[in-house]
């Protein structure tokens, strides 16, 4: 369907860098609707012209298919800069009749998508500016809300109320970028497409998952974000309490959205709730060594940058299965990825030969790959029993290049489609889960920094592991092809 985008921030990073690309990637094969109008508003007195040639330049940066004159010209025929700033009221007023205009201009029938790209702080007042009376639309717009969403639940909660006063939670986007990557999307195929794997997706055959996502650098120039957020704000609550509620939630009766983030919901429902004391034991923080000399941080932060945390999912299906997740910053290697290790053969045929355990693993980035990891004879006349790999990897070869997570997502709230957008309740309940651990913490002080730069976080986080015979399992093929 014809709209017309609206982009609040539209000369921030988030849009040199990811948005407008995406926009120029889904133009390229052709999935945009017919006609469509963009529009970025930013503080800056540019006009239409200065603001193509930025776009111009970091597009050549940041596309995914070759930069094409041809494209670009297209895009450069839709795409609009207006000036406002958004924190005074006055301008809205005419704001409005210039995207009426638009509309008029590209047909796209008085359907609006709000984006805003913008810091968090910023949302309430975006949004009470959209709602004054002067930019009433016929038809409802969509509203698209990065993230974080809140710093805690008061504040989530506080926030989602007047959004969804203003939008309506039909009409309502909540980013969390992670559920546009390939291999996100890929889990319920993976898991509902294969009777190799959905019978036994239980406590009876698997004995624990691992969540992890790292980066081997630090961050960067983000200090004043990060000093309000901290790993468990910018990566547990959404990203990968996303991934736990897909790789748990019970198979949904159909496709529909609101059917798939009801099964994801009720994991997140079914967290194990921890006291203090279940924190203490269940949840490790640590500070990388050099994190306090970070431009705009405090020198004296207690803000974690790496967490390792052991939670439940208490119903039926995943009962006494241990889910571990891990995700920090300056560790040795980038990566996001999802184990899965299943439990020993009972009553094996090999009783004298130490078997190893099977494996599902789901990499999400920077390599997009599944593989299973098995026992089999080693060919030859002695009787050995090696664990080995089948791999699929999509975009190991050089050339492939997989759609953006932000392709997809664009072009799903086109269509009106929520299913990877973060429902209210969703949103909610993870921040529940998050609120316990971060209360718990209020009463004890760490001792940071408690890890070397570009090593594997704190030791306290290998006995969390140890306590119930279990270790971070390390399965990197590339590693191990290095080493052939
Ligand atoms: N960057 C990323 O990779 C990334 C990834 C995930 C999520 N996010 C989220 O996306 C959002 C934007 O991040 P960003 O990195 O793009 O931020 P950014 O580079 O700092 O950009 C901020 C934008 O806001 C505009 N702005 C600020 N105050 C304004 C005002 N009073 N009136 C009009 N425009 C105003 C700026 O316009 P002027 O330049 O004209 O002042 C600029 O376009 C944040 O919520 C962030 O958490 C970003």
């Known amino acids: 369907m014809n709209n017309t985008l609206i982009i609040f921030g539209g000369t921030g990073d988030l849009t040199h860098r990811k948005l407008l690309p995406a926009l120029y990637n889904l133009l390229y094969e052709n999935h945009l609707p017919e006609d469509f109008a963009i529009v970025s508003i930013g503080r800056r007195p540019y006009d239409n012209n200065i603001y193509h040639n930025e776009i111009y330049n970091s597009l050549q940066k940041h596309t995914r298919h070759p930069f094409k004159e041809e494209t670009w010209n297209k895009l450069k025929n839709h795409l609009y800069y207006y000036e406002l700033d958004f924190t005074k009221d006055e301008g809205f007023c005419d704001l409005n009749d210039y995207l009426n205009k638009i509309d008029t201009k590209h047909n796209t029938n008085g359907k609006r998508i709000y984006y805003l790209a913008v810091a968090p702080e910023y949302f309430p007042i975006i949004v009470r500016n959209l709602h004054k009376s002067c930019m009433k639309t016929e038809v409802k717009p969509n509203l698209v809300i990065e993230k974080p969403f809140g710093k805690d639940l008061a504040?989530?909660?506080?926030?989602?109320?007047?959004?969804?006063?203003?939008?309506?939670?039909?009409?309502?986007?909540?980013?969390?970028?992670?559920?546009?990557?390939?291999?996100?999307?890929?889990?319920?195929?993976?898991?509902?497409?294969?009777?190799?794997?959905?019978?036994?997706?239980?406590?009876?055959?698997?004995?624990?998952?691992?969540?992890?996502?790292?980066?081997?650098?630090?961050?960067?120039?983000?200090?004043?974000?990060?000093?309000?957020?901290?790993?468990?704000?910018d990566m547990v609550q959404s990203h990968l309490l996303q991934i736990l509620s897909l790789i748990a939630m019970e198979k949904p009766e159909n496709l529909n959205p609101e059917t798939i983030?009801?099964?994801?919901?009720?994991?997140?429902?079914?967290?194990?709730?921890?006291?203090?004391?279940?924190?203490?034991?269940?949840?490790?923080?640590?500070?990388?060594?050099?994190?306090?000399?970070?431009?705009?941080?405090?020198?004296?932060?207690?803000?974690?940058?790496?967490?390792?945390?052991?939670?439940?999912?208490?119903?039926?299906?995943?009962?006494?299965v241990p889910f571990y997740i891990r995700t920090g910053k300056m560790l040795p290697k980038k990566t996001t990825e999802v184990i899965i290790q299943f439990k020993d053969l009972k009553n094996s045929l090999y009783p004298d030969i130490q078997l190893s355990p099977n494996y599902l693993v789901i990499k999400v980035q920077p390599h997009e790959r599944i593989f299973v990891r098995f026992n089999a004879k080693r060919p030859?006349?002695?009787?050995?029993?090696?664990?080995?790999?089948?791999?699929?990897?999509?975009?190991?070869?050089?050339?492939?290049?997989?759609?953006?997570?932000?392709?997809?997502?664009?072009?799903?709230?086109?269509?009106?489609?929520?299913?990877?957008?973060?429902?209210?309740?969703?949103?909610?309940?993870?921040?529940?889960?998050?609120?316990?651990?971060?209360?718990?913490?209020?009463?004890?002080?760490?001792?940071?920094?408690?890890?070397?730069?570009?090593?594997?976080?704190?030791?306290?986080?290998?006995?969390?592991l140890a306590k119930d015979n279990h270790h971070w399992i390390n399965l990197d093929l590339e590693d191990e092809y290095e080493n052939i």
């Not at 090593?455 to 006995?463: E, F, N, R, V």
């Open 380 to 464: 030859g006349n002695k009787f050995i029993i090696n664990p080995i790999n089948m791999d699929f990897c999509q975009n190991c070869e050089i050339g492939t290049i997989s759609p953006e997570a932000y392709e997809r997502l664009l072009s799903d709230v086109m269509k009106d489609d929520a299913t990877l957008f973060a429902r209210w309740d969703e949103v909610e309940y993870s921040w529940k889960f998050i609120d316990q651990i971060v209360s718990a913490w209020k009463d004890v002080k760490p001792i940071f920094p408690n890890y070397e730069d570009k090593t594997w976080g704190p030791k306290a986080a290998d006995y969390l």
């Open 155 to 233: 504040s989530a909660k506080a926030l989602n109320k007047m959004i969804v006063s203003a939008f309506g939670e039909k009409n309502i986007y909540r980013i969390d970028h992670y559920l546009g990557k390939e291999m996100l999307q890929n889990i319920m195929v993976i898991r509902f497409a294969n009777a190799m794997f959905e019978p036994i997706w239980n406590s009876n055959y698997i004995e624990q998952v691992q969540i992890s996502s790292y980066e081997d650098i630090g961050i960067g120039t983000r200090g004043n974000y990060y000093e309000t957020a901290g790993a468990i704000r």
């Open 261 to 320: 983030r009801n099964e994801k919901v009720k994991v997140l429902k079914a967290l194990r709730k921890m006291t203090p004391k279940d924190v203490y034991k269940n949840v490790v923080r640590g500070q990388y060594e050099s994190y306090r000399k970070e431009v705009n941080v405090d020198s004296n932060s207690n803000i974690e940058t790496y967490l390792a945390l052991k939670a439940y999912v208490d119903n039926q299906r995943w009962r006494g």
